[in-house]
């Protein structure tokens, strides 16, 4: 039922901004008790978390990435965005969005839809 889809430029430059959509079918990011994540892949290593933004709006980060990431969301389009500003080679990942399952207490539940995923290089 719910299909996410990355997009955005697949080639970044150092020190440049990273920005990704994710277009949301099927349901609303406005709905409760769900939240929309960004995580990414660098090439041989594991899944990182990078940050969320809830059904009303709040968003959470990864400490490490925090400093240099944004998640914002157009309600009307039903998407929502990932920023990181000044990137590095070691940003160079495959980036995915993926849907959250919270409890009514705000809780992470688990991850229950993702998106393909899309490749993004950092290189000059």
């Known amino acids: 039922q719910v299909q996410l889809q990355e997009s955005g430029p697949g080639l970044v430059k150092p020190s440049q901004t990273l920005s990704l959509i994710c277009t949301v079918s099927?349901?609303?990011?406005?709905?409760?008790?769900?939240?929309w994540s960004w995580i990414r892949q660098p090439p041989g290593k594991g899944l990182e978390w990078m940050g969320v933004i809830a059904y009303e709006g709040s968003t959470y980060y990864s400490p490490s990435l925090k400093s240099r990431t944004s998640i914002s969301r157009d309600t009307s389009k039903n998407q929502f965005s990932l920023h990181v500003s000044s990137v590095t080679p070691e940003d160079t990942a495959v980036y995915y969005c993926?849907?959250?399952?919270?409890?009514?207490?705000?809780?992470?539940?688990?991850?229950?839809?993702w998106g393909k995923g899309t490749q993004v290089t950092v290189s000059s």
């Open positions: 099927g349901g609303s990011i406005t709905t409760s008790y769900y939240a």
């Open positions: 993926a849907r959250v399952i919270l409890s009514t207490t705000g809780r992470v539940n688990g991850m229950d839809y």
